[in-house]
């Protein structure tokens, strides 16, 4: 059943087309998600097929309600972002519209928020289109992929992984396509070359052709003829590698090898230890007193619900609280939500340099691989957009001279696109990572380490976000094991150090050992 249709839709920026889409179709059941680069008109298209803003030309056409979830909700409340955002949806979703057109939904939304609307949106009857950055929010949901790119939509079914499996596949059909048109044009240049080399050498007499008979009839002509018959042909192979259809090379992805301060001496050695950190404010305890462990070349990710104190703990490390005690070889840089590393008057490449030691060409590719490319980079970050901006503190980070990077929610305000070039980038850093993201994907691409906050309490699990979420604890039978084992190791080795250096402390701790060994 069809709920909505679009036709020849243009919309106008200025002077530029934002949106040239020919024809748009939404039925019942759909599950649509539209992606496209920061500033393609996601948002702008969600407005016009909900009739909230008017196109330059063209006619959308609905056959049931439709309701609109903005990204930009409104911020006159005490409520949370969170909380704003759960209200819209549970608004939007308790009219139920025959079509829901949600964009962003899980701006501000821990992974236990944005769990929980997948489950509320998985079983929702309605044709739903989603604008998102969370490719495994996209993946849970969506069964056709929307990509918007230069204005056009072009449609792709499956979820985002299934998407990403045909970009590849059209990423090396163009390869090959891209090799077979080098192979032919060399051929052609070949034959061109040959043939006006066989043109230029068509003065000698031909080799039937007697001298006399030469001097008598005149070998010119020949000559002439079969010099232009030459160049003919090569001016026909010309006209044959005019219109050949260009295929253009793909650009090649430079790799990062970057020399890091004190590598040597901090790679897989503890350079930052937490001991008995408790995290509160205003009387409020965030977690209870814990301990950890970081080590050099680490990528650990810190996961929690909104409000458990991650973002707190990350200024404890940085600012080196009491109980955090950092090697002399760390040498960081802190990426915070506020964006506050960039002098806006000056150009990205001038921000970006301003506390590096690297290499200009070393800059320039980290900002090509951001997608800043060629004249961009003299771009004043007082044009650049959100999105933008954070691409180039990102960049101005990775490049200064530090070996740790601590990042609070990097991939805020940024498009798909820039979230996987960022991974990309991190996937490829040699030093330590500590870092705060809701992102499930990115997470699970990046951390080798987890750090949880949950329950007023600290814990670090030793795997990847896959391992973590896969992870079932042992059975309280076995947990009971395990604690009887550990006792008696400890009240062997303080047995041990009593029969060696008796004192009244290590027989108090004996006393409490063998106490904890009778209750279990």
């Known amino acids: 059943m069809l709920l909505l249709e679009a036709h020849e839709l243009k919309l106008y920026i200025k002077d530029r087309l934002l949106l040239d889409v020919d024809k748009l179709q939404v039925h019942k059941g759909e599950r649509i998600g539209l992606v496209g680069k920061n500033g393609t008109g996601k948002t702008t298209l969600f407005e016009i097929l909900a009739e909230k803003r008017a196109s330059d030309s063209g006619r959308v056409h609905t056959y049931g309600t439709c309701e609109l979830l903005p990204q930009l909700k409104r911020t006159d409340t005490t409520k949370s972002g969170g909380e704003v955002t759960q209200e819209y949806i549970t608004g939007a ?29 998985a ?18 949901l969506c069964t056709t992929i929307w990509e918007l790119a230069d204005g056009h939509i072009r449609e792709y079914k499956g979820n985002y992984s299934d998407y990403m499996a045909q970009k590849e596949l059209e990423l090396k059909t163009h390869e090959v396509a891209y ?12 034959a061109i070359i040959l043939k006006e080399k066989k043109a230029a050498r068509a003065t000698k007499k031909p080799k039937n052709v007697s001298t006399s008979e030469a001097s008598i009839t005149g070998a010119k002509p020949y000559f002439a003829k079969k010099q232009k018959k030459l160049q003919t042909v090569a001016k026909a ?43 509160g404010f205003d009387g409020r305890t965030l977690w209870k007193a814990a301990s950890f462990e970081v080590r050099g070349g680490d990528k650990l990710a810190i996961i929690g619900a909104n409000g458990s ?29 506020t964006i506050d590393l960039l002098d806006t008057e000056k150009s990205i490449l001038e921000n970006v340099q301003s506390t590096s030691k690297q290499t200009e060409t070393f800059i320039r590719i980290v900002l090509a691989r951001l997608h800043f490319f060629r004249e961009d980079v003299y771009k004043k970050v007082s044009v650049l957009s959100g999105g933008e901006r954070v691409k ?4 101005k980070l990775f490049v200064s ?12 305000f940024l498009d798909i696109e820039a979230v996987e070039a960022l991974e990309s980038l991190l996937q490829e850093y040699t030093g330590t990572i500590i870092f705060v993201s809701h992102d499930r994907r990115f997470v699970s691409k990046i951390a080798k380490r987890i750090l949880v906050i949950e329950n007023k309490s600290l814990r670090v699990f030793e795997g990847t976000y896959e391992e973590f979420r896969n992870f079932e604890p042992q059975n309280e039978r076995d947990s009971e094991e395990d604690r009887r084992l550990l006792l008696e190791t400890k009240i062997t080795e303080v047995l041990s150090r009593l029969s060696i250096d008796p004192t009244p402390q290590l027989e108090k701790e004996f006393q409490m050992l063998l106490a904890e060994k009778r209750k279990l």
Not at 312 to 334: A, Q, R
Request: aromatic share 6%.
């Open 93 to 121: 979703l308790n009219r139920n519209p025959e079509i829901l057109l949600a964009d962003e939904p899980t701006t501000h939304l821990d992974t236990e928020h944005i769990e929980w609307l997948e489950k509320k949106l």
């Open 123 to 140: 079983h929702w009857q309605g044709a739903l289109l989603i604008v998102s950055h969370d490719r495994a929010f996209l993946d849970a």
């Open 309 to 337: 104190g991650k973002t707190t703990l990350l200024k404890k490390i940085v600012n080196k609280d009491e109980g955090v005690v950092v090697s002399p070889s760390m040498k960081f840089g802190y990426f915070s939500q």
């Open 392 to 395: 180039v503190a990102l960049a």
């Open 237 to 279: 192979i010309e006209t044959r590698l005019e219109k050949l259809e260009k295929v253009e090379k793909i650009k090649e992805t430079p790799a990062i090898q970057m020399d890091l301060p004190n590598e040597e001496s901090f790679r897989g050695r503890i350079i930052l230890r937490a001991e008995k950190v408790a995290g």
């Open 179 to 190: 090799e077979k048109y080098e192979k032919k044009k060399r051929q052609l240049e070949e």
């Open 401 to 412: 001279d530090i070996n740790t990077l601590i990042l609070d929610e990097p991939t805020n």
